[in-house]
């Protein structure tokens, strides 16, 4: 079984130009979330998706960031216009719908984003 | 509000040594708690979770991890590390009475010196 891919792995810009991040999760999984860790420091939430809807985005930073996730399957993350401190290696994660908090969230390998 | 402290940056320990990664944390109500692993360039890999019941959990690679609900810890453990466990481990929570999201603590780099 696949796991939660992520695309591109990396991608180097310069500031003030647009990134798209895309998140495939693992097929069935309901939920959808975007993570991100910045400058070394913590990971940190961005947002939560149940199917197509966004359940929870109180962790999107500001509005130059936006996702998207069509027909709940996969995701995309665009920061427009980016900036240097969105410097970073942006997850995405998915789980099984239903989630009560215990299930498990599986992660994917991260796509790193460089703002020069 | 959720928050996990991982109190150690950086963790030595010998080959063939215990080892043991600090993990404590605040919640309102009763917590899931989980265990990542990040091998360098990677992305997170699930290890373990403390859920509900047994309060020692084990998880993938010989790794385990006790809930101490007095001391709202959740150390991570592994009798007899391995070089190859090197890598940077996050410590993250969920409060089962609200927040869906996952809280991250800083992470703790683990060394294993052959």
């Known amino acids: 079984e696949a796991g939660v891919t992520q695309f591109p792995s990396h991608s180097v810009i310069e500031k003030g130009q647009t990134v798209t991040l895309r998140c495939d999760p693992i097929?069935?999984?309901?939920?959808l979330y975007w993570y991100r860790r910045v400058m070394g420091k913590e990971i940190k939430f961005l947002l939560h998706?149940?199917?197509?809807?966004?359940?929870?985005e109180s962790g999107m930073p500001n509005n130059r960031f936006l996702a998207e996730r069509t027909g709940g399957t996969y995701s995309t993350l665009k920061v427009q216009p980016a900036e240097l401190e969105d410097s970073g290696v942006y997850f995405c994660?998915?789980?099984?719908?239903?989630?009560?908090?215990?299930?498990?969230?599986?992660f994917g390998e991260g796509s790193w984003l460089t703002v020069v | 509000a959720q928050s996990v402290a991982q109190p150690e940056d950086q963790v030595n320990v010998a080959e063939g040594n215990p080892l043991t990664v600090k993990c404590t944390y605040s919640?309102?109500?009763?917590?899931?708690l989980f265990w990542y692993v990040q091998y360098p360039n990677r992305g997170l890999q699930f290890l373990l979770k403390y859920i509900t019941g047994d309060n020692l959990v084990k998880g993938s690679y010989g790794f385990e991890a006790e809930f101490n609900k007095s001391q709202t810890s959740f150390h991570l453990k592994k009798p007899s590390a391995l070089v190859s466990d090197s890598a940077l481990y996050f410590c993250a929570v969920r409060d089962k009475g609200s927040a869906r999201q996952l809280t991250f603590g800083s992470g703790t780099q683990l060394t294993v010196l052959p």
């Open positions: 994660a998915s789980s099984t719908g239903g989630d009560r908090g215990g299930n498990t969230i599986y």
């Open positions: 097929s069935g999984h309901d939920n």
């Open positions: 998706f149940v199917k197509e809807s966004k359940q929870d």
């Open positions: 919640v309102s109500g009763n917590p899931y």
